[in-house]
């Protein structure tokens, strides 16, 4: 009998599975990010080619998931939106 091997990966559950990359960011099939330390373009091959700089927004337009932009809150949390309108907080 083999052993159970339980690992999380990133953008399981309810987020669907990797959609793709934002930098080193996990873009979730919901369209959220992963809140994975992992690194996104390490774990799919694409290591070595140059991450986007992050743009921080300070108003919710033009910081959709995906885009390579994203916003701060008030309490000064990183985030983006989903396409749903709901905030994706990045890990910090």
Same mark, same amino acid.
């Given at each position: 009998? #083999?052993? =159970? ?5 990133? /953008?399981?559950?309810? *987020?669907g599975?990797?959609?793709? /990359?934002d930098?080193e #960011?996990?873009? $979730? %099939?919901?369209?959220?990010?992963s809140? !994975? *330390?992992?690194? $996104? !373009?390490a774990?799919?091959?694409? =290591?070595?080619? =140059? @991450? %986007?700089?992050?743009t921080? #927004? %300070? ?7 995906? +885009?390579?932009?994203? /916003?701060?809150?008030? %309490?000064?949390?990183?985030? $983006? #939106? @989903?396409? !749903?309108?709901? *905030? +994706?907080? *990045?890990?910090?």
């Amino acid at each position: 009998m #083999l052993p =159970a091997v339980a690992a999380n990966q990133p /953008c399981s559950g309810k *987020k669907g599975g990797i959609a793709g /990359c934002d930098g080193e #960011l996990f873009l $979730c %099939r919901d369209g959220s990010i992963s809140g !994975s *330390k992992q690194s $996104c !373009s390490a774990v799919t091959g694409q =290591a070595g080619q =140059a @991450t %986007r700089p992050q743009t921080l #927004l %300070r108003s919710g337009e033009g910081c959709a998931c995906g +885009s390579g932009s994203f /916003c701060t809150g008030p %309490r000064g949390g990183v985030y $983006c #939106l @989903t396409p !749903s309108g709901n *905030k +994706s907080y *990045k890990r910090q």
